[in-house]
């Protein structure tokens, strides 16, 4: 039997063939387990006997039965190994990746040109109060400038009131970073903002990025220095050229409306050139600004007698939409990767 088992193992030429030969010998019906039970019914000089040369066929039979199998593995790996190559030199399928939103592409990039400026990024809430929003920003209950914001109010408090909306600006931004910080103050804050209002160019959720300096002698010059070296970073040219319009707003005195150039090329206004020196252009508004309202410096709990500073406040949507070209505002946040990809933001 020991002969006629290994010479079965030796000449299994599979793994499965090497299974059928352990079933035969060690199976339930197995020919050495049918051995072992003959064990039982033996005298105990038999069994003396016999006893360790069964189980020692039952070794000899498990041993060669696991080498065998680790011989055949082996060499189904060798098989594979040899037949199948990797060649690393073929193209790989294109991954589709990910990519950066156009608005975010411009917030990361304003960040980074007031980062050369000295400024710091600031945040506050998109749930705002009726405080910061208004009344801190000089615009108290009975302004008509809050009728021309729009506003999304949360439902009243008990005592009437409505105290919660969402913010129509992020010019609260400039009231709590006063309130937290200790002047010199040079904060950028970049983030969401709403209003009741939607056609091609106003959608009720859009970005806006302020700007605030509080310092000591900052004057309209500087106001003014910095809005030029900032669009002419972001636009990337050097023939931006400002029109500072006085206008009007409540947290502001003087304010201004900034106004830069533009070109016509191929029907599209193209930012920069003097419109004064050609036909071929015009004014385009993209920033209010001005200097900082003392009530609303005193309303953050600062000095106005000592600290003075300017403001400014711009729509980042529209900021992407006139360095890239792109004409509609809505297409901004309808997640049309073919739109994104049209303006090259998307593979
Ligand atoms: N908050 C103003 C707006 O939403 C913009 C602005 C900011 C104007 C700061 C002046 C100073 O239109």
Same mark, same amino acid.
């Given at each position: 039997?020991?002969?006629?088992?290994?010479?079965?193992?030796?000449?299994?030429?599979g793994l499965e063939p090497l299974e059928a030969v352990r079933v035969h010998a060690l199976g339930k019906q197995g020919a050495i387990t049918g051995l072992l039970?003959?064990?039982?019914?033996?005298?105990?000089?038999?069994?003396?006997?016999?006893?360790?040369?069964?189980?020692?066929?039952?070794?000899?039979?498990?041993? &060669? !039965?696991? *080498? =065998?199998? $680790?011989?055949?593995?082996?060499? &189904? !790996?060798? *098989? =594979?190994? $040899?037949?199948?190559?990797l060649d690393m030199t073929l193209p790989v399928d294109g991954v589709a990746a990910g990519s950066v939103h156009p608005v975010s592409q411009v917030m990361d990039e304003l960040a980074e040109i007031f980062a050369?400026?000295?400024?710091?990024?600031?945040?506050?809430?998109?749930?705002?109060?009726?405080?910061?929003?208004?009344?801190?920003?000089?615009?108290?209950?009975?302004?008509?400038a809050r009728a021309m914001h729009d506003t999304f109010y949360f439902p009243r408090e008990a005592d009437g009131s409505q105290k919660y909306l969402l913010r129509t600006h992020t010019s609260p931004v400039q009231i709590r970073t006063m309130m937290a910080d200790k002047p010199p103050i040079r904060i950028i804050a970049p983030g969401r903002v709403y209003r009741s209002d939607s056609d091609a160019t106003h959608t009720p959720m859009f970005h806006q990025i302020e700007g605030l300096v509080i310092d000591k002698g900052i004057t309209l010059g500087h106001l003014k220095w910095t809005l030029e070296t900032f669009l002419k970073a972001f636009f990337e040219r050097d023939d931006i050229v400002l029109r500072l319009r006085p206008s009007y707003f409540p947290f502001t005195e003087p304010s201004a409306e900034v106004d830069v150039g533009f070109t016509w090329q191929n029907g599209k206004r193209v930012i920069g050139g003097d419109p004064r020196a050609s036909e071929n252009g015009g004014w385009m508004?993209?920033?209010?600004?001005?200097?900082?309202?003392?009530?609303?410096?005193?309303?953050?709990?600062?000095?106005?007698?000592?600290?003075?500073?300017f403001a400014f406040g711009t729509g980042v949507d529209r900021l992407a939409m006139l360095k890239y070209g792109m004409d509609d505002l809505r297409a901004f946040f309808d997640g049309d990767l073919r739109w994104l990809r049209h303006y090259g933001f998307s593979a």
């Open positions: 039997l020991r002969t006629d088992l290994l010479g079965a193992i030796d000449a299994a030429a039970k003959t064990l039982g019914g033996m005298s105990p000089e038999a069994r003396q006997e016999q006893g360790p040369r069964i189980h020692g066929l039952r070794e000899a039979v498990t041993e &060669a !039965l696991a *080498a =065998r199998k $680790a011989a055949l593995e082996k060499a &189904a !790996l060798d *098989a =594979r190994l $040899a037949s199948e190559t050369d400026l000295g400024f710091t990024v600031a945040t506050g809430p998109e749930i705002e109060d009726d405080w910061h929003n208004f009344t801190a920003l000089n615009i108290p209950e009975t302004h008509p508004e993209v920033l209010g600004s001005g200097m900082v309202h003392r009530k609303v410096i005193e309303a953050a709990g600062l000095d106005p007698e000592e600290w003075q500073g």
